[in-house]
């Protein structure tokens, strides 16, 4: 039985790239899906008073989502909870970085 050698190499090459290939993924992943810097502490707004320029500072809150939560306010009147803006995209994300007073 003859092993080549040219094969074998080709696989080995093959095998060590789809390995790093799939760490190289992970390391990616791990490090742009992070958490802003900003603790919710030091960055609250009152989401009853907030202009659409203070909602577009809020980390994952564009254009479109203040957009969204102003017309909310406007058709409710005013929020009792944060909670009230669940069916927005990234709410998990943003909710800790506002308030109702």
């Known amino acids: 039985m003859k092993i080549n050698l040219k094969v074998l190499n ?6 060590t ?4 290939s799939v ?8 490090n742009i899906y992070t958490e802003p810097k900003i603790k919710k502490e030091d960055f609250q707004i009152d989401i009853n008073t907030a202009t659409m320029e203070e909602l577009i500072k809020v980390p994952y809150i564009g254009e479109k989502t203040a957009e969204k939560i102003l017309k909310l306010r406007e ?7 944060v909670s009230e803006l669940k069916s927005l995209r990234n709410y998990r994300r943003f909710k800790n970085y506002l308030k109702v007073e």
């Open 75 to 81: 058709e409710k009147g005013y929020f009792k909870s």
């Open 10 to 15: 080709v696989q080995m090459v093959s095998i």
């Open 17 to 20: 790239l789809i390995v790093f």
């Open 23 to 30: 760490l190289l993924f992970k390391f990616i992943e791990n």
